[in-house]
C-alpha cells in the first residue's frame, strides 16, 4: 500500500473484504469460547489458584495448595529441552541431479545445513521453540508463525488466546483459514506499514482478553470484552474504550487490535467470495492462499495470490495429547486438575482439623 493511498481498491470493495475476513474470524472465536475458558483454568492452576473452583468456600477454611500442575509442567520441560531439534542436511545418491557428483552435491548439503544453523542462531529459534513447547504443555497446543517478509526471515511465537484457526480445526495443513488477532500499539503499526497507515484508526481500549496469564478479576466468566466490537463477536462485557490515537499509555489502553488472516481460496473466483466455493473447489481447486491484514476498518495489507500453496501455510502447532480427530489439545493441568484438587482439599482439611484440636 502506497503511503498516501487510504485504501488498496476503493472503500466499499476494501470494507466487503474486512467484512468477509471478520466473518471468518467471529466463526473461529465463537467455536473456541469453551475451550478459551479452559485455557483461563489452566493459567488459574499453574499460578495456584486452586481454590477458584470453590467460590463459596467460608473465609474461615484453610486454602493449603499442594501445586502439582505447576511441578509436572516444569518437570517436564527440561526433558524436552534437552533435546532440541538440530538441522540437519544430507545428500540423497538417488536423487543426484544429471550432471553433479556426490562430492559437489554433498558440498551444497553442507553449504544449506550452514545457512539454516546460521538463521537458526540468528532468530533464536531454541528459545522459541522452548516457548512454544511450554505453550503446549500448558493449553495443548503451541503455535509458532515462519515466513519470509521482504527476503527476510520472520519467526514470532503466537499467544494461544490470539490463535484462531477455521472451526473443526485438525492441523495447519488442512485448516480452511488461520488467523491471528493480536493487540498492538498504533505506533507499531506506524513503524511497519507507515505513518498514513495509522489515520483515521482509534484504539479499542484493553484487549487482553487476546493474552495469556491475564486472569480477569472480578468477572471470572471469560466474557468476551466489548473493546472488540469492530470485529462483531458476542456484544457482551463493559465498554472500555479509551478513544486517543497516540497509543501509546503505558496501561495498555492504547491498543488496535492487529488481524491477520490466511484464507484457502480458487484463483479463478472473486478475492474471497465463499458464496463461489463448492464442495469440489475445496477438495480440489483450491490453489494458494489470500493474506489479508486489517486494523478497524483500513486494510494494511493484501495478497490476492500468495507464495504459499495449500498444505504449506506459514505457520506450526506443537499438540500436547492431541484427538484421533482435531488439532486441539490438551494441556498438563487438564489431567491432574482433580487429583490435585482433591490433595489440596485434603490437606487444607487435615490444617483446619488440627487448629481445631488445639
Known amino acids: 500500500m502506497g503511503d498516501s493511498a487510504p485504501f488498496i481498491f476503493d472503500e466499499n470493495t476494501d470494507l466487503d473484504l474486512i467484512n468477509q475476513g471478520r466473518r471468518r474470524f467471529v466463526l473461529s472465536l465463537r467455536d473456541q469460547q469453551a475451550r478459551r475458558k479452559r485455557w483461563r483454568r489452566n493459567e488459574e492452576l499453574m499460578s495456584g489458584d486452586h481454590f477458584a473452583a470453590f467460590p463459596n468456600l467460608p473465609d474461615d477454611k484453610s486454602r493449603i495448595v499442594f501445586n502439582a500442575c505447576h511441578e509436572v509442567v516444569e518437570t517436564i520441560m527440561p526433558i524436552l529441552t534437552n533435546l532440541l531439534p538440530i538441522p540437519e542436511v544430507k545428500p540423497r545418491p538417488n536423487q543426484m541431479i544429471q550432471g553433479m557428483n556426490l562430492r559437489e552435491l554433498m558440498a551444497q548439503a553442507e553449504s544449506l545445513e550452514a545457512g539454516i544453523e546460521d538463521q537458526w542462531e540468528q532468530h533464536n529459534l531454541d528459545t522459541l521453540w522452548s516457548s512454544a513447547l511450554k505453550s503446549s504443555l500448558i493449553y495443548g497446543n503451541g503455535p509458532m508463525r515462519v515466513l519470509t517478509y521482504q527476503k527476510e526471515l520472520f519467526v514470532d511465537l503466537i499467544d494461544i488466546f490470539s490463535w484462531f484457526p477455521s472451526p473443526n480445526y485438525r492441523g495447519v495443513q488442512s485448516a480452511q483459514w488461520i488467523c491471528t488477532a493480536t493487540p498492538v500499539y498504533l505506533s507499531d503499526i506506524a513503524a511497519t506499514y507507515g505513518s498514513d497507515a495509522i489515520k483515521g484508526l482509534k484504539v479499542e481500549g484493553k484487549l487482553d482478553h487476546y493474552r495469556t496469564y491475564h486472569l480477569f478479576k472480578g468477572d471470572q466468566t471469560e466474557r468476551t470484552p466489548h473493546s472488540i466490537s469492530h470485529s462483531r463477536p458476542e456484544q457482551s ?72 500453496e495449500i498444505g504449506s501455510p506459514p505457520f506450526l502447532d506443537i499438540v500436547n495429547y492431541p484427538p484421533p480427530n482435531s488439532a486441539w489439545g490438551q494441556g498438563e493441568p487438564d489431567q491432574i486438575e482433580s487429583m490435585n484438587l482433591g490433595i489440596d482439599v485434603v490437606i487444607s482439611e487435615a490444617v483446619d482439623a488440627a487448629v481445631m484440636a488445639g
Not at 265 to 278: A, E, G, K, Y
Request: glycine share 6%; hydrophobic share 35%; net charge negative.
Open 237 to 308: 462485557g463493559t465498554d472500555d474504550f479509551v478513544l486517543s490515537e497516540e497509543g501509546r499509555d503505558g496501561d495498555r489502553l492504547g491498543e488496535i487490535l492487529l488481524i491477520d488472516l490466511w484464507c484457502r481460496h480458487r484463483l479463478s473466483v472473486n478475492p474471497m467470495d465463499p458464496t463461489q466455493f463448492t464442495e469440489v473447489d475445496m477438495a480440489k481447486n483450491l490453489d494458494s492462499y489470500q493474506h489479508l491484514t486489517w486494523a478497524g476498518n483500513k486494510i494494511l495489507a493484501f495478497e490476492e495470490e500468495s507464495k504459499y
